[in-house]
Structure formats: structure tokens, C-alpha cells
């Protein structure tokens, strides 16, 4: 069975269109979901795409969290939906409380386009299950305000709890700070939530899904959504 | 009535925006600068009791005006 994914268009979303090209060129099916819709309907998964929703007016992704397909979208969450938010997304969601800490302007004040490598750290989650064991992800970022934040005690218990999921590495697999595109505390690209249910990264995986475009290693993430939901699916039945 | 708030990092936030700023003011010459926050200012037309408002409004900051995981904020109504 294919996974069903709603990808959320906000006004001002922007890579929409690559999330439903992303999923559909790994063979399952998806389709937007307007913000003012207030469900999430039969979906499987959830993600929350990139842009600039509602224009980022007075914080990024501020505004967003107040729509009404993000309460929605916090039931589908507090009832176990997987939902992946990226680069905008992941502001949304911390925004909105699912994740902990916020994204603030990257250190360089520079707005950053480039490819960067991802190690993935926890594996035990629907978006990393997938991902061989020491394998470098090369997926683009494209944002200016992705600078991962959380004070002390948040982040020691993201880390006790091992929900870091990705960090920002050289293409030799090292932590450094020239790895790091934005400043994130200890290179954080992506966590998840203490459930690991829902999970948001900076990067864009859906826009690495074709070795046309440049990579196609952002297929994992996507592929271990889909794996995950296969396995959740077969031990209900 | 008119709320004026104002919204700034905090401290332990790192504020790159500041820095440009303060670096900035040191190259055209303003040597004493020794600190610069960016933040934002907002000015709010409400009515109602003066109490009502100051809960209203100290909610709207907490809930949606400010991210208290990286802003503090503070206002005054008049």
C-alpha cells in the first residue's frame, strides 16, 4: 500500500510542489492540503514544507501555527501522526510547540543556498529507520534563518532523550563549525519530539529525491516514512 | 487606549543582527558603543478596562507577538 502524505500549502509555501514531486517520484501518493482545511483526512503522514508562510510576517513560521489546519495538524500529531516538517516547516512546528526550541537569523546573517551533508544521529524514528548505518545524506538548505536554538535545559534533554536526528558534517563525516551553514547549537540540522513522531530539519530532502537534480540521497528520509508506516500498518493487522 | 511593546533577544540568544549593527556604529566612529540588540516594537490600539487589556495583551505577547523560548518583551499602556 502506498503512504498517503498531506502536504500543508500555506499562502507563501514555496516547496509545496516539491514535496508532492518528492513523494510521488518514490511511488506513494500525495497531495495539498490548503491551510484553512481543519482536517488532515485519511492521511498517513503529514508534512509541512518549506516557504515562507504568511509571509514570515513578525516571526517565521508565527503566524502559520494559529491556521486552522494546524490544530489539525496538533491532533494528528497527539494522536501519533507522522509529520516531517522542513525548513519553514520546522519553524512551524516548533512555532507551534510539536518540537522544542526555535530557529533563529542564521550567525552569518547571510541567506544560504548550498548542498550540505547530514550525518543521521538517532536512528529509531519513522525518518531515520531508513538510513544505513555511517551513510552521509547530500541534500540542499536554502535559508536564512535556520539557526537551531534552545536554551541549556532544553537541550540537554534533546540530547538525553537522543532526539537529535541529523547534524550538519564536513563530506568526511566530521562535526566542524565550517560544516555548520547557520550557527546551530552543537550543528543541529534536524531533532524530533520526545514521542519521535514528529520531526523537523532545515535541509531539504524533497528536493534531492533525482540524480537530476543533483542528489537523490534525500529519497531516505522519505523512503523510511514509508517503510516505517508499512511496518506500523502490518503489526495492526 | 494604545499598548506600546517592545520585543528583544534574549541575552543568551545569539544576536548576529546586533553585531552587524554595533560594528557598523564603530566604523563610522561612535567608539563608546559597547552593546546593540535588535528587536521589534509593536503599537497596539485596544479598547477596554485597563486591566482587561494589560491581561489581553500581556497573553497576545506570551502566545503570539513574542517566542518566549527567544524574545522577552515588555509594554506599557497609554
Given amino acids: 500500500m502506498p503512504m498517503k502524505v498531506a502536504v500543508i500549502q500555506f499562502p507563501g509555501s514555496n516547496s509545496d510542489q516539491d514535496a508532492v514531486n518528492g513523494v510521488r517520484v518514490i511511488g506513494h501518493e500525495a497531495n495539498l492540503l490548503w491551510h484553512k482545511e481543519e482536517s488532515v483526512g485519511d492521511a498517513d503522514a503529514v508534512i509541512v514544507p518549506g516557504g515562507f508562510s504568511y509571509g514570515d510576517y513578525l516571526r517565521c513560521g508565527a503566524i502559520a501555527q494559529f491556521s486552522p489546519v494546524m490544530q489539525a495538524v496538533k491532533k494528528f500529531a497527539a494522536d501519533g501522526g507522522v509529520i516531517l516538517g522542513i525548513c519553514n516547516g520546522f519553524q512551524v512546528l516548533c512555532e507551534a510547540g510539536l518540537l522544542p526550541g526555535a530557529l533563529v537569523r542564521n550567525r552569518s546573517l547571510q541567506f544560504r543556498s548550498e548542498q550540505v551533508f547530514l550525518k543521521t544521529v538517532a536512528r529509531d524514528t519513522p525518518f531515520t529507520g531508513g538510513v544505513e548505518e555511517g551513510r552521509l545524506l547530500r541534500v540542499p538548505i536554502a535559508h536564512g534563518e535556520g539557526c537551531y536554538f534552545a536554551d541549556e535545559d532544553t537541550l540537554a534533554s534533546i540530547k538525553s532523550n537522543n532526539q537529535i536526528l541529523w547534524q550538519y558534517v564536513s563530506a568526511e563525516g566530521e562535526l566542524t563549525d565550517d560544516a555548520n551553514p547557520n550557527g546551530s547549537l552543537d550543528n543541529i540540522a534536524g531533532i524530533c519530539n520526545q514521542e519521535r513522531n514528529v520531526a523537523g530539519l532545515m535541509p531539504h530532502p524533497e528536493r534531492a529525491c533525482q540524480e537530476l537534480i543533483g542528489s537523490a540521497d534525500g529519497r531516505a528520509i522519505l523512503e523510511s516514512m514509508a517503510a516505517w508506516l508499512e511496518r506500523r500498518d502490518a503489526a495492526a493487522a | ?78
Avoid at chain 2, 14 to 20: C, R, V
Avoid at chain 2, 23 to 49: K, P, Q, W
Avoid at chain 2, 51 to 58: L, P
Wanted: charged share 35%; proline share 4%.
Fill in chain 2, 1 to 78: 487606549m494604545k499598548a506600546k511593546i517592545t520585543i528583544t533577544p534574549k541575552k543568551a540568544v545569539l544576536d548576529p543582527q546586533g553585531k552587524a549593527v554595533q560594528n557598523a556604529l564603530e566604523h563610522m566612529g561612535y567608539d563608546g558603543v559597547t552593546e546593540v540588540h535588535v528587536g521589534r516594537y509593536l503599537e497596539i490600539e485596544i479598547d477596554g478596562e485597563r486591566e482587561a487589556v494589560e491581561k489581553q495583551i500581556d497573553e497576545a505577547c506570551h502566545k503570539l507577538l513574542s517566542n518566549p523560548v527567544i524574545e522577552e518583551y515588555r509594554f506599557e499602556l497609554e
